[in-house]
Nanobody
Framework: VQLQASGGGLVQAGGSLRLSCSASRIIFRAYDMAWYRQAQGKERELVASITSSGVTTYANPVKGRFIISRDNFGDAVYLEMHSLRPEDTAVYYC?????????WGQGTQVTVSS
């Protein structure tokens, strides 16, 4: 699988961003997808996930602010982020499990200024 994330950037607190991740070399519609993030000096953590059938889950810190979605025709997964906070600053990665191994895209930096 190849995962390519984009859409990160610098935004003020309270603002919004939309991350995109395109997937290739897999039958995308059959795979659960997820977004993770890793802040400097911290462990990588799950942000949101979406199953192949569209069931979503969210980490508590982002519930009500972030929305994960997928486009099975375009082989892409998205993360809409609203009401951003400085603590959302991190590198965001899209991810899936292929052949029993978790695979990662290259990450996209999100920086939220106060």
């Amino acid at each position: 699988v190849q995962l390519q994330a984009s859409g990160g950037g610098l935004v003020q607190a309270g603002g919004s961003l939309r991350l995109s991740c395109s997937a290739s070399r897999i039958i995308f519609r059959a795979y659960d997808m997820a977004w993770y993030r890793q802040a400097q000096g911290k462990e990588r953590e799950l942000v949101a996930s979406i199953t192949s059938s569209g069931v979503t889950t969210y980490a508590n810190p982002v519930k009500g602010r972030f929305i994960i979605s997928r486009d099975n025709f375009g082989d892409a997964v998205y993360l809409e982020m609203h009401s951003l906070r400085p603590e959302d600053t991190a590198v965001y990665y899209c991810s899936t499990v292929e052949r029993g191994l978790r695979r990662w895209g290259q990450g996209t930096q999100v920086t939220v200024s106060s």
